[in-house]
Structure formats: structure tokens, C-alpha cells
């Protein structure tokens, strides 16, 4: 039977189980959102900014491990997607952009709201489509969800001109993808297990350090097999954390530029470290020529572009890191490595990295603690970029597969209401925390009107400190204090959240803390809490640009602990 290319578009979304589509439309995508009454499965959600549509097709896919999907208009509605899609493409998210575009007739004419938006999205997808004919529309939907979930997940995106959307075709949704050249290695080399199997036998300062990866392929259960076998510490990467829990006894945090300090040591230290579904990003290596000195790198990654990229690797094993994991355990035997775990433990004592100094202001570490204890630690945390995403990061503690939502490779400000939107409508019975900086929330604050509409129960924490807060941080450590540029001012937000029919608090007491985000917790929907956070507090420890993680830098004021460290006995 002859259908549309709109409706072929629609019955192949609902094909590949898509339940939500991030949107805004326009002219040249009237046909296919006319049609989509027709498909009651698919939920249009109707976002303020298509930059929100991209961030939260991210946010529903990096919580619920589905494919995310956004739509846009041709011109200024697909170039308002591509931060969205860059963000995906560096932290492998997998969504699917469709973008409309003038009819044929008109390409290359410079018609009005006409863009190249394939040419412009080429270095930032996985891979990208413009359809000319309604009878491969089925066949290249389907490739691309398979594209976008398959091997190293990221975005792909499809260009529909307008009048593909109306000529019809016949509908066969193809059973199978034939793509000749893609064919993602999941299976690690024997050989490459055998070496690896060796080396870890023959370790005594071993380190496992998790990705991403990790959570991508589901691969909790192998990573805590592997790191107990052979008595192992984990440390993860900032996009690592929530891959293994907070309070295992084997966890020592994450490391780079904020990381941990005793992390950093660790892998300063390390003989032998095994990175797992991780890419050696300059925020997590340091200065690369003084990275892990006296360290065999065993490097576990499902692309082989990422071997030997950034740092050299003794035994490369390309794969996914749930087979490669699962291959290494059935071989790996018992150990133990009981020097080198009182090691880090006297590090972690010495350099306890995530204590709060007693202070009678209200702290925005002391604010992320407080949303960990009243949430029971049982919150998906979605962050802005900044210093809020490094004190989310430090301070609330993940035990929960999954649980932190950032964007680590691109450091997009503006990502977390978006994302926590998306976050929460793909996990609806999760509680979802977003953490912002007063900068970074006013870059997408409109999504406000979208939570609203939606009634999208997110809970909103706005590190509120006046700043361009890490910007200034560098300023102050760097640039002699000259605050060029990042002092801030803002609106009541909690006026802005009103206008937009959410309720919302403003604290400026330490002794508010508290109950304002417990009313957050009994309140049924959205709400947001403007927190006055010290306004020059400085992010610690930190690894300054430039020098390796065993110049990790610490607070200098002398702090008074009055908090437990994690997971020390
Ligand atoms: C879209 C975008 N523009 C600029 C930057 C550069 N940048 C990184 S952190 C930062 C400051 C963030 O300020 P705010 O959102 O208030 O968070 P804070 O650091 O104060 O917690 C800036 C400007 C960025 N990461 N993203």
C-alpha cells in the first residue's frame, strides 16, 4: 500500500519503538507533524528553543539507554540543534535529529530557511542523511537508529525535504540493516585477553579506570566481577561516575582536573592501569607526557579509533566492554593487592578531597550533600557546566547505576534543564534533580515553559553565586583576580519559575537548606530552589591546565572535616 513519506516517516518511528519526539515545527515540516495524530504512540513534545529539543532527546537517551529523537525545522530550527547534536557526538549519546528541508526543487537556491544542515552536522554525527525519495525513507530510518545504537552510540541525523514528506511510496520496514564497512567489533581479540589476562597476573598496583563505556553497555556486573577477582581498585572518569558504586569498598572516585586527589595518585602510581570504555580526554589525563609514568595501559574500547589516540597503550583489546569484560573474567584469577588498597586509604586520609569546611554561609558543596541526603542518594542528577557540575559530581555520591547526567566532552552550559526534562519523561517514577549555575540555567531557561507544560515533575537547584562562577574561578588562580566579564546578574528566578506557573523558593540561609528541598520533595510538580551560594568559592582540588595529576592542588585554607569521606570505614 502507497503511503506519504510523512506517514512512512511516522509508521518507521513507531517500528523502532520511539514513544517521544523532542520538537519544534515549521513550514517545511507541517506535512509530517499534520500526520502525527494519526500515530498516537508517538508523544510530541513541544520544547521553547530546539537547542532544548537536542538536550533533552539526550537527556531521555543517556537515562534510559533508548534512542533519543528531536525534530526541527529546515535553517535556524536545524542549526538551533547542533550544539545538541555536538554534545552527543563527544559524549557518544544516541539520538536520531530529523530535520526538515525545503522541497527539492528549491536546494541549493538559497531558498528562505534553506541550510546545509548535512554538510554542517558531517564532522559531528555518526552519520547523516538528506532523503530525495519517499521510497528510502523506511530504509534509512532504519539504518540510522541502527547506526545510533549500535558500536560507539552517537548521533545521526536525517534531512526530510518538504515534498519527500507528501510524494508517497510503498511502506516495507526492512527486517535487517546491510551496511557494508560498519561492522562494530563487540568480540575482544583471544589473543588480546590472553596478554591482558597476563599482565593483570603480574600487577601489583593495578587500577581500573571506568567510563562511560561502562554504562553504555550495561556493564555493572562485569566491572564489580573483574575489580573484586583480582581485589582492584576502580576510579572512573568524570562520565565514569554512577558505572560503580560510590561506597563499593573498591571505589576511590574519579580523577583529572577535579577530580579526587587520591584518585589522581592512584593512577599516578599505578603499574598497571585497565581503561575501560574511556577516551583519555584532557580533563581526565592531565598533562599527557606526565600521565600514569610507571603504568602498562591495557585501553578496553569499542572504537578503535580512540586506541592510542591520546596516550600509549601497551594491549589494545577492541570491543564491548561487556564481552571484553565478561572474556577477562572467566580467565582472571584471585588476588590480592592489600599494600597497595592501605596505600590509597592513607591517601584518601591524607587527602580527603571531598570534606566541607564548617561555614555559617550557605556552601553549594553543603547544598549537593543535603540534596544527596534527603534524596537517600536515589536521584538522577543532571548538571549545568561549571563549577555546580563539579560539585554534583564531588558531592552527591552515586550508588544507583547511571544516576549522573553531564555533558563532559563538550561542557555545554545550558544542557541540564533540557536534559533533566528528557531525563524525567523517559524515567518518569525516578525522582530528577537538575543542578545549574545561574549562567548556565539562563541560557535555556526558557525549557521552563516546556517542564510546565508537560508538568514534569523536575526538581530545579540553582547554584546561584553571581559568577560566571569557573570562569571567574580562573580569573582568580590565573589572571591576577581581574573579573573581566563573569560578574552576573540574574533575574528572580523564583519570579521567572511563578511566571511560568512552578513554584520555587529563594535560600540564603544555611538553616533553609534543608526544608527547601524537602518542600521540593513533597511537592507533586516541578519546582525550583535559587540557592545565594558563597559567591567566591573555588573549586578543589584541581589539577591546574597544563600540569600532570600528581600536581594535584588542594584548598588552601585548612579545613575543619565534618563530613564522613566516602565510603571510609
Ligand atoms: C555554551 C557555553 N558557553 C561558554 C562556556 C564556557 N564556560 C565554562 S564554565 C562557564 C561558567 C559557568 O557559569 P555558571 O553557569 O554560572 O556556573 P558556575 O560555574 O558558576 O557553577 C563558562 C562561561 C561553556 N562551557 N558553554
Not at 136 to 159: C, S, W
Not at 260 to 289: E, H, K, P, Q, W
Not at 349 to 357: A, D, G, V, W
Not at 512 to 521: D, G, L, N, R, S
Request: proline letters at 7%; a negative charge.
Amino acid at each position: 500500500m502507497k503511503m506519504t513519506g510523512a506517514q512512512i516517516v511516522c509508521e518507521s518511528l513507531v517500528k523502532e519503538g520511539v514513544e517521544v519526539i523532542f520538537g519544534i515545527l515549521g513550514g517545511v515540516l507541517l506535512p509530517l507533524y499534520d500526520t502525527m495524530p494519526q500515530y498516537p504512540q508517538l508523544r510530541h513534545i513541544l520544547v521553547r528553543h530546539e537547542q532544548g529539543a537536542a538536550h533533552a532527546a539526550e537527556g531521555y537517551a543517556r537515562a534510559t539507554g533508548k534512542v533519543g529523537v528531536c525534530m526541527a525545522t529546515s535553517g535556524p530550527g536545524a542549526a538551533n540543534l547542533v550544539t545538541g547534536i555536538a554534545d552527543a557526538y563527544l559524549d557518544s549519546v544516541p539520538i536520531v535529529a530529523i530535520t526538515g528541508q525545503v522541497a527539492k526543487p528549491f536546494i541549493g537556491k538559497d531558498a528562505f530557511q534553506e541550510i546545509d544542515i548535512t554538510g554542517i552536522t558531517l564532522p559531528i554525527t555518526k552519520h547523516n542523511y538528506l532523503v530525495l525519495d519517499p521510497g528510502d525513507l523506511a530504509k534509512t530510518i532504519k539504518e540510522a537508529f541502527y547506526l545510533a545504537r549500535t558500536g560507539r552510540t552517537g548521533p545521526v541525523l536525517i534531512d526530510l525535504p518538504k515534498d519527500v514528506q507528501i510524494d508517497r511510496a510503498d511502506f516495507n520496514y526492512p527486517e535487517d540493516v546491510v551496511l557494508p564497512g560498519y561492522k562494530p567489533t563487540l568480540k575482544g581479540h583471544p589473543a588480546q585477553i590472553k596478554k591482558a589476562v597476563k599482565l593483570v597476573n603480574e600487577a601489583q598496583k593495578p587500577v581500573i579506570l571506568a567510563g562511560r563505556g561502562v554504562i553504555i553497555s550495561g556493564a555493572y556486573d562485569e566491572l564489580k566481577q573483574l575489580a573484586e577477582t583480582a581485589q582492584m581498585p576502580v576510579v572512573t572518569t568524570l562520565l565514569g561516575i554512577s558505572g560503580f558504586p560510590d561506597s563499593h569498598i573498591l571505589s576511590y572516585g574519579w580523577l583529572g582536573m577535579h577530580g579526587m586527589a587520591y584518585a589522581n595518585l592512584a593512577i599516578n602510581d599505578a603499574d598497571l592501569i585497565i581503561a575501560v570504555g574511556m577516551r583519555f580526554d584532557d580533563r581526565a589525563t592531565g598533562r599527557v607526557s606526565g600521565f600514569a609514568p610507571n603504568a602498562k595501559i591495557i585501553h578496553i574500547d569499542i572504537d578503535p579509533a580512540e586506541i592510542g589516540k591520546n596516550v600509549r597503550v601497551d594491549v589494545p583489546i577492541v570491543g564491548d566492554v561487556k564481552n571484553v569484560l565478561k572474556a577477562l573474567n572467566k580467565t582472571i584469577t584471585q588476588a590480592e593487592h592489600i599494600e597497595w588498597l592501605e596505600q590509597l586509604d592513607d591517601w584518601r586520609r591524607e587527602h580527603p578531597s571531598t570534606s566541607i569546611r564548617e561555614s555559617d554561609s550557605v556552601l553549594p558543596q553543603y547544598v549537593v550533600r543535603k540534596i544527596y541526603e534527603v534524596t537517600g542518594g536515589d536521584a538522577i542528577i543532571v548538571t549545568g557546566v561549571g563549577q555546580n557540575q563539579m560539585w554534583a559530581a564531588q558531592h552527591y555520591w552515586f550508588d544507583k547505576p547511571n544516576s549522573l547526567i553531564t555533558s563532559g566532552g563538550l561542557g555545554t552550559m545550558g544542557f541540564e534543564l533540557p536534559a533533566a526534562l528528557g531525563a524525567k519523561v523517559g524515567c518518569p517514577d525516578r525522582v530528577v534533580w537538575s543542578i545549574a549555575g545561574d549562567g548556565g540555567f539562563q541560557m535555556t531557561i526558557q525549557e521552563l515553559g516546556t517542564i510546565a507544560q508537560e508538568r514534569a515533575s523536575v526538581k530545579i537547584a540553582i547554584l546561584n553565586n553571581g559568577f560566571l562562577g569557573m570562569v571567574r574561578q580562573w580569573q582568580e588562580l590565573f589572571y591576577e583576580k581581574r573579573y573581566v566579564a563573569t560578574p552576573l546578574s540574574c533575574p528572580d528566578f523564583v519570579k521567572v519559575a511563578e511566571a511560568y506557573c512552578i513554584h520555587g523558593l529563594t535560600v540564603r540561609r544555611k538553616e533553609e537548606v534543608v526544608p527547601a528541598i524537602e518542600q521540593a520533595m513533597r511537592e507533586p510538580g516541578p519546582f525550583v530552589i535559587n540557592f545565594m551560594v558563597e559567591p567566591e568559592e573555588n573549586v578543589y582540588p584541581m589539577v591546574p591546565p597544563g600540569a600532570s595529576l600528581a600536581e594535584i592542588v588542594e584548598e588552601p585554607k585548612k579545613e575543619v572535616k565534618i563530613w564522613p569521606q566516602r565510603n571510609t570505614p
